[in-house]
């Protein structure tokens, strides 16, 4: 029985993509990298994280660097973000169930408390964390703050990362299909649950109720 679900922002959430992409596109004009492209984006989304720098010719160490500079930019876009179609309602309904909801992101705070400020919705914690594979440590601060036993928390993401960084803290993962990973970037993680619809969330979760 779950007493908390956490939340990936970018890609599950909201629909974000074309914001990475126009904001990546600029980097990669600026310092040499192949760009992103209706072209290849569906076969980048099958592959490791590794293997998309090596096809659009991005060094490993720049990652960090990369991924500073696009939360920077990404904040001009936050009025016009959208959440993916069905999430914002999946939200209201777990709020109407008795079940509380955070976010665990890669991005910013100030970004994700702004969208979820202009929509008049309310999140009961974010975390974040700049670097990119440092999700499971983020996890077992959130159990820490919130005295809450792995077992009692799922969480909702649509990256491989999201799901080796559970299986690190031994929180169960839902993994969403409608992200930045394609299914074959997840072939053999073995998510605790696969969800090809936000309606489906509803189903596996069974609220503590007050």
Known sequence: M???????????LVDSRGIFLSLYNALAAKYG??????????????LSIGERCKVL?????????LASAVIKGY?????????????????????????????LSSNSKSNIKEFFTLREMAVDAVYTSSKIFGKDKMLQKFLKDKSLD??????????ARDII?????????????????????????????IINYPSELLEIIDPVKP
């Not at 956490?6 to 599950?12: A, E, L, P, Q, S």
């Not at 010719?57 to 990652?63: D, F, G, I, Q, T």
């Not at 999946?90 to 955070?102: I, K, W, Y």
Request: aromatic residues 14%; negative net charge.
């Open 57 to 65: 010719k991005v060094p490993m160490y720049r990652l960090p660097f």
């Open 75 to 103: 904040k001009a876009a936050i009025p016009s973000l959208q959440f993916n179609e069905g999430m914002q309602e999946m939200l209201r309904s777990l709020s109407a169930q008795g079940m509380p909801f955070a976010i």
């Open 150 to 159: 792995a077992s009692e928390i799922l969480y909702v993401g649509d990256e």
């Open 33 to 46: 990298y192949a760009p992103m492209t209706a072209d290849n984006l569906e076969y980048l989304r099958g």
């Open 165 to 193: 960084a559970c299986k690190k803290a031994r929180v169960k993962v839902a993994w969403v299909s409608w992200g930045y990973d394609s299914h074959a970037a997840i072939t053999g993680l073995e998510p605790d649950h």
């Open 2 to 12: 779950y007493k908390y679900i956490v939340f990936d922002f970018d890609g599950t």
